[in-house]
């Protein structure tokens, strides 16, 4: 069964500073790797997606995400936090066969504060 | 261009009532998801769709009901509320790319069971 692990439920920068949000996930087949974000009081959106070209794939508003399969990762970074980026990041999963008609897996979510 | 729209977007009941939450979209998209949210759970799909007509569970899909009667509309019931379907709840729709679905959500809609 397909899981997704996220560790750390908060994480807090200061501006200008590395963001790194670390997603780790579990597939017998290779899936497909998503991370949306959810700002206070709206929905999630989508961040970027990993569907088998590069490896590493970049996002909006400067994110980006490297797929290591030998570390069953696909952890979201930004080079420089913006007081904007604070918000909930979630990663996800789904089958690349299509099993489960595709349905993602969610993480259970990393809220991520940005000092100034 | 509104999206994925919920109504209403907050609703309080008292145990053992009913109602139902109205989720419509106007992408024309094949999916339709109804998902609930609870601090340090993530999100959790209740009931989904692959098309008008069509319905299925996902992963906590007891207490609830869902009906797909128009592909854009997704509504879900709940009978005889419960507090522990204290929550908030997420619609979702995306077009027909298998295992690589990307979800549009909507705003939210937030209800508490007294």
């Known amino acids: 069964a397909q899981s997704v692990t996220q560790l750390g439920s908060h994480v807090s920068v200061s501006e200008g500073a590395l963001v790194l949000l670390r997603c780790n996930y579990s597939s017998s087949v290779p899936p497909y790797l998503f991370w949306y974000v959810q700002y206070p009081n709206q929905g999630l959106q989508l961040l970027l997606k990993?569907?088998?070209?590069?490896?590493l794939v970049k996002g909006i508003n400067g994110f980006e995400a490297e797929f290591k399969k030998s570390e069953t990762s696909f952890h979201l970074t930004k080079p420089s936090a913006h007081m904007s980026d604070a918000a909930e990041y979630f990663c996800a999963v789904s089958d690349r066969d299509g099993g489960s008609q595709g349905n993602l897996i969610f993480g259970k979510g990393t809220k991520l504060s940005v000092k100034p | 261009n509104a999206g994925v729209t919920q109504t209403p977007k907050f609703r309080v009941l008292k145990t053992g009532q009913s109602m139902t939450l109205l989720c419509a979209q106007d992408m024309n998209h094949e999916y339709m998801y109804w998902y609930r949210q609870d601090p340090g759970m993530g999100l959790r799909l209740i009931h989904y769709s692959v098309g008008e007509g069509t319905t299925a569970k996902g992963e906590v899909p007891d207490g609830y009901n869902v009906s797909r009667l128009k592909k854009q509309n997704f509504l879900l019931g709940l009978e005889s509320a419960a507090p522990s379907q204290t929550s908030v709840y997420f619609c979702?729709?995306?077009?027909?790319?298998?295992?690589?679905?990307?979800?549009?959500f909507g705003a939210g809609s937030r209800l508490t069971v007294l």
């Open positions: 979702a729709s995306s077009p027909h790319i298998p295992g690589a679905n990307v979800l549009t």
């Open positions: 990993y569907t088998s070209a590069a490896t």
